[in-house]
């Protein structure tokens, strides 16, 4: 059974930094892309980024691009969002999941079949 758990969020002024790590045990993980979500309080749950098997694609939401970076180490079964100049309006509990495919498809979540428990993320202005 493939398993994730985020770690990494917390409390940042505005203009702040953090970067989320995601552990992934079990399955195969160099084999898939990863994906990070974030939902914030009676919102829609948001695509934030994706990331090739290889690490050699990303994919970043509109709001998200300059600012935030995603990366991975297979060697590790680890996934990162580097999350810099973060406003309030990026708060949120943020997810990885793993995809079914080794390329990220889109911005839909659908493809992803197997999710973290979430890690909060608050931005104070």
């Known amino acids: 059974q493939v398993q994730l758990v985020e770690s990494g969020g917390g409390l940042v002024q505005a203009g702040g930094s953090l970067r989320l790590s995601c552990a992934v045990s079990g399955g195969t993980f160099s084999r898939y892309a990863m994906g990070w979500f974030r939902q914030a309080p009676e919102k829609e749950r948001e695509f934030v980024a994706a990331?090739?098997?290889?690490?050699?694609?990303?994919d970043y939401a509109d709001f998200v691009k300059g600012r935030f970076t995603i990366s991975r180490v297979n060697a590790k079964n680890m996934v990162y969002l580097q999350m810099n100049s973060l406003k309030p309006e990026d708060t949120a509990v943020y997810y990885c999941a793993q995809s079914a495919f080794a390329a990220p498809r889109g911005s839909g979540s659908r493809e992803y079949d197997y999710w973290g428990q979430g890690t909060q993320v608050t931005v104070s202005s």
């Open positions: 990331i090739s098997w290889s690490g050699g694609r990303t």
